[in-house]
């Protein structure tokens, strides 16, 4: 059989691959909306979808049946587009479960999307050095690519942890694990191994650190969650000194599911980005090397840590946005309405 024939077949079977995996994802996200709650005395009066969860549902297939024409303008802004959409359905589908929902408090949302900027472009500021990854068709005139750059950079944190903040509601809030409660010793540990991770790529040789890109989407988690749970800011270690590993679990599904739709729609889109880091570049699916993906399940872990601790550096108690939340905290749990509420960090 021809090499190139073969390849060919290899290439499209990926791709096949990554559209089922997509597939999925949008499926799991339709069945945790659509989900019952769960039978208890607490469990709030079952609710319908709202209105406004359609209208964006209808704005994805429109967005979808345009890019498939190639309408300039949104295959342009594509990813800014259908993530602004993405983003009110999966915020419907949280306010079916709660009665409350993210987009119901304007000031900490906007301050989310407003942090989802700057959180982004430190990673962006190690693949200045690191050259994991480019954008090509992106707009050539400077405000037009600032502004959608600026535009899509914002519905990275927002989607990570609504769609986090849904399987929460959806059932995972309810997991149980036995208590861990790490030593001081270990958690000197953790913050060591972090600060290591996230330093060791940029001061290695270049043609070396590109190889370690990987340690960067893994390394802020253990730097920073054992100044989060100290300063009593939301993290994963105090959830699991509680035994409620559930957080921990739908960010770490959240970054799966974004990832597989993040390169779904990237793939199509005429402004995209494409990797180049020197690893599995035979092997990918969209433009991802399979192996990438590995690193979105973690990359949204150390969101969720740098949000918080760059939130309390940064801004009063009562702006600081409080998703995925975590009723169990707060004391919430007997309530399920009051469990996306407006909770601040300093709270927690």
């Known amino acids: 059989m021809d090499a190139g024939f073969t390849i060919e077949i290899e290439m499209r079977a990926l791709v096949a691959f ?39 549902v209808a704005a994805i297939a429109v ?12 295959t342009t802004f594509f990813t800014a587009l259908i993530w602004t959409a993405f983003i009110p359905a999966v915020d ?33 500021a190690y693949n200045v050095r690191l050259q994991n990854w480019r954008y ?33 509601a959806a059932g995972l ?27 060791a790529p940029v001061v290695l040789p270049v ?24 300063l009593g800011l939301p993290s994963v270690l105090g959830d699991l000194r509680a035994g409620r590993p559930g957080r921990l679990y739908a960010l770490l599904a959240s970054g799966g599911i974004c990832g597989f739709l993040w390169e779904f729609w990237n793939y ?20 991802m090397p399979l192996p990438g993906f590995l690193g979105f399940p973690p990359f949204a872990l150390e969101c969720f840590t740098m949000t918080a601790v760059v939130a309390w550096l940064l801004l009063p108690a009562g702006l600081r946005p409080g998703w995925p939340a975590a009723p169990w905290v707060t004391g919430a749990a007997a309530d399920p309405r009051a469990a996306a509420a407006d909770l601040p960090l300093a709270s927690r």
């Not at 400077?142 to 899509?152: D, R």
């Open 268 to 287: 199509w889109a005429a402004a995209r980005w494409e990797y180049i880091f020197p690893l599995g570049q035979h092997l990918k699916v969209f433009a």
């Open 207 to 230: 043609q070396i650190g590109r190889y370690g890109f990987g340690a960067v989407w893994v390394g802020f988690a253990p730097l920073l969650e054992p100044l989060a749970d100290r």
């Open 92 to 124: 419907a589908g949280i306010y079916r479960h709660r009665g409350d929902s993210p987009l119901h408090h304007a000031a900490p949302f906007t301050v989310l999307c407003l942090l989802s900027v700057p959180i982004w472009l430190a990673f962006e």
């Open 173 to 199: 809030e309810q997991t149980r694990c036995p208590a861990w409660n790490p030593s001081a010793g270990a958690r000197w540990g953790m913050a060591v191994v972090g600060a290591l991770l996230v330093t």
């Open 136 to 168: 090509v068709g992106v707009p050539a005139h400077g405000a037009l690519f600032v502004l959608g750059g600026a535009w899509a950079f914002a519905t990275i944190l927002p989607g990570l942890f609504l769609v986090a903040d849904l399987l929460l």
């Open 18 to 56: 990554g559209i089922s995996a997509a597939a999925v994802s949008g499926a799991v996200l339709a069945w945790a909306a659509a989900r019952r709650p769960a039978a208890s005395s607490a469990a709030p009066p079952r609710r319908r979808y709202p209105t406004y969860g359609w209208v964006a």
């Open 63 to 74: 967005l979808e049946a345009l890019l498939a024409l190639r309408t300039p303008w949104v």
